[in-house]
């Protein structure tokens, strides 16, 4: 998945709408919305690292051999 593609940005904002509304709905402290938005924006963040590290390695087609 290239993460300048459309499918990449609709799986973002799915995360972030599924982590926000967790930990939105899920706190009852007085800093609610500030730790949603965080949590929210490390997990996209988080995401895209991990996308952009498997695409890079996608285009290494040489055999690791873990033995």
């Known amino acids: 998945m290239d993460i300048k593609s459309k ?3 609709v799986v973002a904002v799915i995360t ?3 982590l926000f ?3 939105y709905i899920g706190n ?3 800093d ?3 730790r949603a938005l965080m949590t929210a924006v490390a997990g996209v963040v ?3 690292i991990g996308m952009w590290f498997v ?3 996608s285009k290494d087609d040489t055999h690791h051999d873990f033995d």
């Open 7 to 9: 499918k990449f940005m």
């Open 32 to 34: 609610r919305l500030e």
């Open 55 to 57: 695409y890079k390695n």
């Open 46 to 48: 988080g995401l895209t």
């Open 21 to 23: 509304l967790m930990n």
């Open 16 to 18: 972030f709408l599924i």
């Open 28 to 30: 009852d402290m007085p």
